[in-house]
């Protein structure tokens, strides 16, 4: 063989080992790619002892408010946005606020505070929630599985007819929630949640509610603030879309001239947001309904 020769056969031997690299490269970058979006729609707080743990955890965060009577009551999960319940000047009532209207529906209405168990400052809390640089919407499902999972053991509650409402960064987490896939007592646990609202939930990436598959089918309502430019109505729509194809009744309210947490009372005086009452007063009235009106068959 020439020296010619010999070198195109090296060349030509290198190339394949080249070839060959780059298709195992890519076969792991695909594996990756797979073993982290199965474990996004897997995360370990699904299994059984981390379920358990976390409940426990989060006890002290959940406070349930009852109408009068022994009950049981239907009873609605709320949660709140990335500005917590509290101030670092005092609390922030929109839960509080909300809570009170589900009693007027005759419903039992359970806040829960993903800030408090953990023991983190209100405002700390909510400067790194808000920019998504702590307890990213995904991490916080494990919160609202948490607090459904206190809510199957109080004998106060309604089992037939539990809902489940969140705002903002808490509607981002819920709209994880249901694309999430889970074991047999996960699959339980979704299915005795009858319904949800989301009000202006955040729905671009990260969040998942848009992207993803619905594992859960419902009756959804969302609610969206014409003015908002933390999310503007039309970024949802995809969230929305996934949730029909999944056999869900979706029913969406833009409220008009309004922006992000117009029914928050408590705002920084730096602040893009605006309360403003009158819309405030119709959604909570809206609220009511939601909660009187029975829930689509599935």
Not at 17 to 44: D, F, I, M, N
Not at 137 to 146: E, H, K, N, Q
Not at 153 to 181: E, I, K, N
Not at 247 to 261: D, I, K, N, R, Y
């Amino acid at each position: 063989m020439s020296d010619k020769s010999k070198r195109r056969f090296r060349l030509g031997s290198l190339f394949k080992l080249l070839l060959l690299a780059a298709g195992v490269v890519v076969l792991l970058v695909a594996a990756a790619v797979a073993a982290y979006v199965w474990k996004g729609s897997h995360p370990s707080f699904l299994a059984q002892q981390p379920r358990a743990a976390h409940a426990a955890f989060m006890a002290s965060g959940l406070t349930l408010h009852t109408p009068p009577g022994p009950g049981p009551f239907p009873t609605v999960l709320l949660i709140p946005g990335c500005g917590g319940i509290r101030r670092g000047e005092g609390p922030n009532p929109i839960m509080d606020e909300y809570a009170q209207s589900a009693l007027q529906a005759g419903w039992a209405a359970a806040i829960l505070d993903s800030y408090g168990p953990r023991g983190w400052d209100p405002d700390w809390a909510r400067r790194r929630v808000c920019a998504g640089a702590r307890l990213q919407g995904l991490f916080r499902t494990a919160d609202i599985l948490a607090g459904l999972d206190l809510l199957a053991q109080d004998p106060r509650v309604d089992h037939r007819h539990v809902r489940v409402a969140g705002w903002s960064h808490g509607g981002w987490a819920l709209g994880d929630l249901v694309t999430l896939h889970g074991d047999a007592d996960f699959q339980q646990t979704m299915a005795g949640v009858e319904a949800i609202r989301l009000t202006y939930p955040f729905c671009a990436p990260p969040a998942r509610g848009g992207r993803r598959d619905w594992t859960w089918s419902g009756g959804v309502d969302l609610v969206m603030a014409e003015r908002d430019v933390i999310q503007p109505p039309a970024g949802c729509t995809p969230l929305v879309e996934r949730a029909k194809a999944a056999g869900a009744t979706v029913e969406v309210t833009v409220v008009p001239g309004v922006t992000h947490a117009f029914d928050e009372r408590v705002q920084t005086p730096e602040s893009a947001f605006r309360f403003d009452p009158a819309a405030t007063a119709r959604i909570h009235r809206q609220f009511i309904g939601w909660l009187q009106t029975p829930a689509p068959p599935r």
